[in-house]
């Protein structure tokens, strides 16, 4: 794959870089494990998450002030690498080309070994994958990564984000990070009410976390067996009656059957073919949020903040994205 210069959306079909997906999926798994046993507990499991930066994605800071060390995971997409930094100054690298998952496995722990960092994953499987069932140790079989498919993958992450970064700063109530959750690798924002959401002991301690306040997520996947296409999507939990009856913008998006609600998809491919990619996702996102929160009855004018301004001399009229489309 290619990126053009200037290419806002590039072209990343799914099927060709599938099989190094399934990889980096895997690799991110294991470091989103490390960081969900050395982080310190945020709310809606923001303390395990990646963010992006310039050349991939890494963790937050991990481990304790009392015992330390202080480190970050990162995996660098154009050195292909693990790079492991402590506030100590130490460093190590694993290298992201050819491993299996159980060696990547090995040599992740080995290296957080060498600096100190002792951990011990609860779970140390695939979380949600078709192998759940086999430890990373023993997964021999995803071992395909092409660089170049990793690296232009990235590129798409990377543009996604400051797509999903300008869609957030319409919005001053509490919202997340511009976050990558490993467990569905997708690139995602949240909304959140203010409003409790009930839920009895048998809901998993997962869900009930992320789940434990009104919702309203904007994201994108490069696609699975269930979606296999790149996609930017957005739903609202709980889900309001009648959701799935309220208009989406541009041409192309729309409401899909999800378990006992509905997703809005807009495909990744009828956003390259905008006449402008980038509004036309930012029309979807907001589209779909208006349907979430009048439905659910949010102070949708009291929390928006167009162009990330609340101060109310320099507030912004709503912007108008032409898609032509």
């Known amino acids: 794959m290619t990126t053009t210069p200037g290419d806002p959306l590039p072209a990343i079909p799914f099927e060709p870089w599938r099989p190094t997906k399934e990889t980096l999926h895997r690799f991110s798994q294991i470091i989103g494990k490390v960081a969900l046993a050395k982080g310190i507990r945020r709310n809606h499991w923001w303390h395990m998450t990646y963010r992006l930066t310039a050349r991939g994605w890494t963790t937050v800071p991990l481990g304790s002030a009392r015992t330390g060390p202080v480190f970050t995971c990162a995996f660098d997409f154009f050195d ?68 170049d498919l990793a690296q232009h993958a990235f590129r798409v992450h990377s543009q996604v984000g400051r797509i999903l970064e300008e869609f957030s700063s319409t919005f001053s109530g509490t919202i997340s990070p511009v976050q ?47 979606v296999p296409a790149p996609t930017f999507y957005s739903y609202t939990a709980p889900e309001p009656p009648g959701i799935d009856q309220q208009p989406l913008r541009p041409a192309g998006a729309q409401w899909v059957p999800a378990g006992s609600g509905h997703n809005a998809y807009y495909p990744y491919d009828a956003a390259r073919g905008a006449a402008d990619p980038i509004a036309a996702t930012l029309e979807f996102f907001q589209s779909a949020y208006t349907a979430g929160a009048s439905l659910a009855g949010w102070p949708a004018e009291d929390l928006t903040c167009w162009g990330g301004i609340t101060d109310p001399i320099r507030r912004l009229p709503e912007p108008h994205w032409p898609t032509g489309t």
């Open 80 to 147: 292909h690498e693990l790079q492991i930094s402590t506030d100590r100054g130490a460093r190590a690298v694993v290298p992201l080309t050819g491993q299996s998952v159980a060696t990547f496995y090995a040599a992740a722990m080995r290296a957080l070994r060498d600096l100190g960092i002792e951990v011990t994953l609860a779970r140390p499987y695939p979380y949600d994958l078709p192998d759940a069932h086999r430890p990373f140790a023993e997964d021999t079989e995803h071992a395909d990564y092409v660089p």
């Open 180 to 226: 990558l959750f490993w467990h569905t690798f997708d690139l995602a924002v949240q909304r959140f009410s203010p409003r409790h959401i009930a839920m009895t002991d048998s809901v998993d301690p997962v869900t009930r976390e992320a789940y434990s306040r009104e919702d309203i997520s904007a994201g994108f996947w490069f696609g699975d067996d269930n």
